[in-house]
């Protein structure tokens, strides 16, 4: 018998009620959240390619940054709060989901990437802002970036293909 799930009692809410009984609510939530995704991989790519030597040359770093990290930020939450709703019709069975782990997992080490970037080589940026090869640190942060965040996709999808747990 499966141990204690606290994830079982998301299910019971109203609003997972409705995401698993309304014909439009998985939908329109999943078009929300690919479209939120799109903005948050999209725009993290622009800072990556940045950081990789590889596009937006005649830009400065920080100027990139400014620009396009607050459409990360307002995408990701968007993201957060769809992802959210769609898990919690079948929170208990998304929560043991091998593929749906792996994607917190990848994003998780994306965030600790982040922050490494951001506690490390970032701290100096003032000394390499307009340079065209940004410092290798600042380069591995980007490629890390990249692939984790590639990986997040694949698993995200992923769990369309494998996920067939019914809550009843
Ligand atoms: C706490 C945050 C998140 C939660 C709880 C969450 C949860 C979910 C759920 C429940 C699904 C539906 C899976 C299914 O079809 O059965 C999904 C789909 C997906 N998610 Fe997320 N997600 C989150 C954030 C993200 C982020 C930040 C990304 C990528 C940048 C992402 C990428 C995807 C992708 C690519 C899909 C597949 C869409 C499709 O099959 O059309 N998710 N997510």
């Known amino acids: 018998m499966a141990g204690f799930n606290p994830f079982r009692l998301v299910e ?8 698993r009984e309304d014909a ?3 939908p329109v939530l999943e078009a929300v959240h690919v479209s939120a995704v799109m903005l948050v991989f999209g725009s993290i790519c622009m800072m990556d390619l940045r950081l990789l030597g590889a596009a937006s040359l005649s830009q400065p770093v920080t100027r990139l940054s400014d620009e396009v990290l607050p459409w990360t930020w307002t995408a990701f939450a968007v993201a957060v709060v769809s992802g959210s709703l769609l898990m919690s019709g079948q929170a ?3 929560a043991v989901n091998a593929q749906f782990q792996l994607k917190m997992a990848l994003m998780l ?3 600790c990437n982040m922050a490494l970037f951001h506690f490390g080589v970032w701290r100096g940026v003032d000394a390499w ?7 290798a640190r600042a380069k591995l942060a980007g490629f890390l970036s990249l692939a984790l965040w590639i990986g997040v996709i694949v698993a995200g999808r ?4 494998t996920f ?5």
């Open 92 to 94: 208990g069975a998304y």
């Open 12 to 19: 019971q809410t109203g609003v997972a009620a409705w995401v």
């Open 109 to 111: 080490a994306a965030g």
């Open 158 to 161: 992923w769990v369309g293909w």
């Open 164 to 168: 067939s747990a019914s809550p009843f």
């Open 129 to 135: 802002d307009r340079a065209v090869a940004p410092p």
């Open 24 to 26: 439009l609510a998985f």
